[in-house]
Structure formats: structure tokens, C-alpha cells
């Protein structure tokens, strides 16, 4: 079964809204499962867990089959992307055009080409949708 990806911050702000909505759109045009990440960041100390995660989206959008909900803990947003795609196996991740500017600094740290959609391919063979 394809699997979709879709990070997103907690709480909802509307641009995280309109990515999950895009998420939930390909999931289901798909029939693939969904995993709603959030990353508590250490620094920031403001954490939320998976029942307020699942609760504030399914406020939003109502229930989502076959839809799963990750809180994880990270340093960086990125680096903590990367691991949950490459656990998951994601088949597709859908992420906001502000996050693609976070990913381009910092794939551009560890290779000279930010083209991140080849990278994410080379690294962990997935498709990443970008949601204006």
C-alpha cells in the first residue's frame, strides 16, 4: 500500500491546514495510508502529543481512514523528516512551500546541489509534493 507523508505544525496554522489538506486529498486519490507528523522541538519546549495532534485535525477535517498520527522529538525539522520517511518507507510526502526553504539551507550543509526532490529520491526513494 502506498503511504503518504505530510509534517505539520501543532497547533494548526492555516498554511499547516492547507497541507494536510492536500495530504488527506493524495491519500485518498491514492487509497494510501496517511501519517500526520509533528515534531516537538527540544529548544522550543512547547510539546504536544499524539491525542492533541489526532484531536485538532479531525476537528478540522473530521476522521481520516486509514490515517496514523506521529509526535516526535527532534533537534532539527529536517534531520527528524528525513528519519520518519525512511521509517514509515513513505511513497510520497507533502509538505509546505515555507518547509522546502528550511529543506533547501539545509541539504545545501551537506551537498552543493538543493534540489531536494532528487535528493529525498537518491536518499529515501520518495515523491515530494510541495503545497503552496
Known amino acids: 500500500m502506498t503511504r503518504v507523508l505530510?509534517?505539520?505544525?501543532?497547533?494548526?496554522?492555516?498554511?499547516?491546514?492547507?497541507?494536510?489538506?492536500?495530504?488527506?486529498?493524495?491519500?485518498?486519490?491514492?487509497?494510501?495510508?496517511?501519517?500526520?507528523?509533528?515534531?516537538n522541538l527540544y529548544h522550543r519546549g512547547n510539546d504536544a502529543t499524539?491525542?492533541?495532534?489526532?484531536?485538532?485535525?479531525?476537528s478540522a477535517f473530521g476522521r481520516i481512514t486509514n490515517a496514523r498520527y506521529v509526535v516526535r522529538d527532534g533537534f532539527l525539522v529536517e534531520e527528524t523528516i528525513l528519519e520518519e520517511i525512511a521509517a514509515t518507507?513513505?511513497?510520497?510526502?507533502?509538505?509546505?512551500?515555507?518547509q522546502m526553504g528550511r529543506w533547501r539551507r539545509a541539504i545545501r550543509r551537506l551537498v552543493d546541489d538543493p534540489d531536494i526532490e532528487n535528493f529525498l529520491r537518491e536518499k529515501v526513494d520518495c515523491e515530494l509534493i510541495t503545497v503552496g
Open 89 to 98: 518507507r513513505s511513497d510520497v510526502v507533502v509538505i509546505g512551500r515555507k
Open 6 to 39: 505530510v509534517p505539520v505544525r501543532y497547533p494548526l496554522s492555516n498554511h499547516s491546514r492547507r497541507t494536510l489538506s492536500e495530504a488527506i486529498d493524495v491519500a485518498e486519490a491514492r487509497g494510501a495510508d496517511l501519517t500526520v507528523l509533528h515534531i
Open 50 to 58: 499524539r491525542t492533541e495532534l489526532k484531536r485538532t485535525v479531525e
